[in-house]
């Protein structure tokens, strides 16, 4: 096989199974901006191991390997920086979202849609909670409103999400 078909075949395949990937790595990891760095740390892999995998079976699965011993080795490269989930936790949770591979893209696009319908400052609440990892305490300081009205802010905000990916999925908008 030429290298320019190994090229257009890897294209095919990853740009196919990207979404499902990134939902993947998002199930593990708690913060989105960790999720991106470990896809495109995987994505690199795949490439490098493409010679490796054999046509005909499951890309993704296959993706999904590589992407849990990316996830392995990022937790294990940033434990000293904030508090992590056990191996044993990530891995029935691995275990879990591939089950579920076929439900997650739709709940991640519903997902990004809800927080798009959001308003500015809850979006900025999500951000800093989620992006940042930031915890009650520091958003509460940062943007000046007690701790309290920020936990009950944060509650309702992802009861408004789970409410408004409900509804979505309910009527096939994703």
């Known amino acids: 096989m030429s290298e320019h078909q190994v090229t257009e075949d890897f294209l095919r395949l990853y740009t196919a199974n990207e979404g499902r990937l990134r939902a993947y790595v998002l199930s593990l990891v708690p913060r989105w ?12 892999v795949l490439w490098k191991k493409f010679s490796q995998f054999k046509p005909g079976t499951n890309f993704f699965a296959w993706a999904c390997q590589i992407a849990r011993l990316e996830v392995k080795e990022f937790r294990k490269q940033h434990t000293r920086e904030r508090v992590v989930f056990s191996d044993d936790f990530v ?4 275990d879990e979202a591939v089950a579920m591979q076929s439900e997650l893209p739709p709940r991640i696009r519903a997902l990004q849609r809800c927080v798009e319908k959001l308003s500015s400052q809850n979006r900025e609440l999500l951000r800093m909670r989620y992006d940042e990892g930031k915890n009650v305490q520091a958003i509460a300081r940062s943007v000046n409103r007690p701790l309290d009205a920020v936990y009950k802010a944060l509650s309702r905000i992802r009861l408004a999400l789970h409410d408004c990916i409900d509804r979505a999925l309910a009527v096939g908008e994703v």
Request: hydrophobic share 45%.
């Open 91 to 94: 891995e029935a949770v691995a």
């Open 33 to 44: 901006s960790d999720a991106e760095e470990i896809v495109q740390r995987c994505s690199m």
